[in-house]
């Protein structure tokens, strides 16, 4: 920039977080607005896979590489397939040095993002409310001006309707959060089925259950069905009576074998609603000044295949990248979208339709991918887009 720009930032996670580091490490400062009252202060979720040619890259260029593998899992790579009986369909193992997607929870991530930028850089408690070209309106009263305003703000943001009209769209599929707790003792019959890594388990007719190991002990997942949003209230079910919801989820999955059932009923919480939703793909929008998105913002998936964080990420530290080497901030945003649309519309409509595919009605449950031949594909992507940088 042959200016230094005012650049805003809409949301605290990965993708913003990300963007605001590199952004730094360029000499370039940005504030960083965010609802959320501090880091922590809600449940961030479960764990995420970094992947070599996204997410990692992203980690490189924010300089946290070294940090990044304190904290992360490559064990947890492991995945294991099941069917409603239990029978094991598919395994996957990482072999010694395996680096290509390790596991990291998604609290850590957020820490460790948020930690290493200078302190006042993200203004907590600033719940956005109205976003018009270079201006921030927030719940509190506040507002901010900005001559770039990046919408990191997730599926439902605020700044995207300045871009498109685009919104998400339901995939037909509803998700009941479960955790585990210290299962290797007070659930070791979940331990024994989730291994060190993933379980998938589905049955023919479009019910699974996804569960991951994170650390400390604890095994998190999502019971998962096709239902509509408002499921619950069609079924006369109470969200806030655990052992109303556990019952309908007895029934739903009455065909799923006695061994197979404590993923569903030792839940040590309340079970937590989501539907999931995305964007239209590949989504593109016409260059408007001053306005530009990042992550669930832009490209809102499916969660199958990982890409949603790990593009994310991505997106942020590119958008950062251009906004370094380009004199003209218009000039800047224009080469990160291009370059945005390119990556992400395929593999927004992969992920949807997998997800699709694996929640459809079949004889017998979808094989997964070939999780060895995937990661040998991040570190292949990841080399080649290193080599393209070098010479860009």
Known sequence: MTTTPNIAIVGAGPAGLTCARVLQRHGIEATVYDADTAVDSRDPGGTLDLHADSGQIALEDAGLVEAFHALARPESQAKTRRDQHGTVLAEFTPGDGDEAAPEIDRGQLRTMLYESLRPGTVHWGHKLVRATAGRLEFADGTSATADLVVGADGAWSKVRPLLTDAAPEYLGVCFLDTRFDAVDTRHPEVAALVGPGHLFA????????????????????????????????????????????????????????????????????????????????????????????????????????????????????????????????????????????????????????????????????????????????????AAEYRRRRETA
């Open 202 to 381: 589905n049955d023919s007719d479009g019910r699974a259950v996804i569960v991951q190991r994170n650390s400390g002990g604890v095994v998190r997942g999502y019971v998962a069905f096709r239902a509509e949003p408002d499921w619950h209230v069609q079924a006369g079910v109470d969200l806030a009576d655990t052992g109303a919801v556990c019952a309908h989820l007895l029934r739903e999955f009455a065909g799923w074998s006695a061994g197979m059932l404590p993923l569903i009923t030792e839940n040590d919480g309340g079970y937590v609603p989501r539907s999931f939703w995305a964007l239209p793909a590949p989504l593109t929008w016409e260059h408007v000044p001053g306005v530009t998105l990042l992550g669930d913002a832009a490209h809102l998936m499916a969660p199958f295949g990982g890409h949603g964080a790990n593009l994310a990420m991505l997106d942020g530290a590119e958008l950062a990248r251009a906004l370094a080497k380009e004199a003209d901030l218009d000039d800047a945003v224009t080469r990160y979208e291009e370059a945005m649309f390119a990556r992400s519309g395929e593999l927004a409509a992969a992920s949807n339709a997998a997800l699709r595919k694996f929640f459809a009605s079949a004889e017998t449950p979808h094989l997964p991918p070939d999780h060895a031949q995937e990661h040998r594909n991040y570190e292949t992507r």
